[in-house]
């Protein structure tokens, strides 16, 4: 069964033109629920991850010791593509936002199978240049648009199936947005007496899901560039 559903994704994303036998047969379908880390920045990584299916949540400490988010990836995506490359730690915290499905293939079966394939460089390529230019427009993103855009772009990521976040601490949304948690408790009052959310002890509900896309406009976390 669950190499059916491997194989299934594998034609899906058209995966098994890009790697050969050996690779498809050291790979392993790995699921994590909504909340669940798969790993952590400063760790050290010894396989690549496919994302096939649902969304993951990419931040990064800063030298301030704050959480600051990257970006959001949807299929299909690359995690430790970068690290791979370079043979050093993991660069980011990678969380699941919703339930999600990933590939994994470890990087000594990537290297002796794949390391003079062509197509492979040239995908490997594609993707590391995206996220540094998807890096440098967050970082942008964080010092030219007000907090209630930012914060709008959040919730509207972190609510893709349910319209509820819960177990939200306001200081670790803070930090992921790049504000104070002074600033966006005045954000979210003045969500609510809006009437786009609910806000109560724990949990964040949207209600006006319309109202949200219309502040944020594009929606900079999930920039198809990244």
Same mark, same amino acid.
């Given at each position: 069964?669950?190499?059916?559903?491997?194989?299934?994704?594998?034609?899906?994303?058209?995966?098994?033109?890009?790697?050969?036998?050996? =690779?498809? &047969?050291?790979?392993?379908? #790995?699921?994590?629920?909504?909340? !669940?880390? +798969?790993?952590?920045?400063?760790? /050290?990584?010894?396989?690549?991850?496919?994302?096939?299916?649902?969304?993951?949540?990419?931040?990064?400490?800063?030298?301030?010791?704050?959480?600051?988010?990257?970006?959001?990836?949807?299929?299909?995506?690359?995690?430790?593509?970068?690290?791979?490359?370079?043979?050093?730690?993991?660069?980011?915290?990678?969380?699941?936002?919703?339930?999600?499905?990933?590939?994994?293939?470890?990087?000594? =079966?990537? &290297?002796?199978?794949?390391? #003079?394939?062509?197509?492979?460089? !040239?995908? +490997?390529?594609?993707?590391?240049? /995206?996220?540094?230019?998807?890096?440098?427009?967050?970082?942008?993103?964080?010092?030219?648009?007000?907090?209630?855009?930012?914060?709008?772009?959040?919730?509207?990521?972190?609510?893709?199936?349910?319209?509820?976040?819960?177990?939200?601490?306001?200081?670790?949304?803070?930090?992921?947005?790049?504000?104070?948690?002074?600033?966006?408790?005045?954000?979210?009052?003045?969500?609510?007496?809006?009437?786009?959310?609910?806000?109560?002890?724990?949990?964040?509900?949207?209600?006006?899901?319309?109202?949200?896309?219309?502040?944020?406009?594009?929606?900079?976390?999930?920039?198809?560039?990244?």
């Amino acid at each position: 069964m669950m190499e059916k559903k491997l194989n299934d994704y594998l034609k899906i994303y058209q995966l098994d033109e890009l790697f050969n036998e050996n =690779v498809c &047969k050291a790979m392993k379908l #790995q699921t994590y629920s909504p909340g !669940q880390r +798969l790993f952590s920045q400063g760790e /050290k990584s010894d396989r690549m991850h496919l994302l096939v299916d649902g969304k993951l949540k990419v931040s990064m400490l800063t030298p301030e010791g704050k959480r600051l988010i990257l970006a959001f990836k949807t299929p299909l995506d690359i995690v430790g593509d970068i690290e791979y490359v370079r043979n050093c730690p993991l660069i980011n915290t990678v969380e699941s936002v919703m339930e999600t499905t990933v590939i994994e293939i470890p990087y000594s =079966v990537l &290297k002796k199978e794949m390391a #003079q394939h062509a197509p492979w460089l !040239q995908f +490997l390529l594609d993707t590391v240049t /995206k996220k540094f230019e998807m890096k440098s427009h967050t970082m942008n993103f964080n010092l030219l648009y007000a907090v209630d855009v930012r914060l709008a772009s959040y919730l509207l990521s972190m609510t893709p199936v349910q319209p509820v976040i819960t177990s939200a601490s306001l200081i670790d949304i803070a930090d992921l947005i790049g504000t104070s948690y002074r600033h966006l408790n005045r954000v979210l009052q003045q969500f609510h007496q809006e009437g786009w959310i609910i806000k109560k002890r724990g949990s964040i509900e949207i209600v006006n899901r319309q109202a949200l896309l219309e502040l944020a406009g594009e929606n900079i976390y999930e920039k198809e560039a990244f």
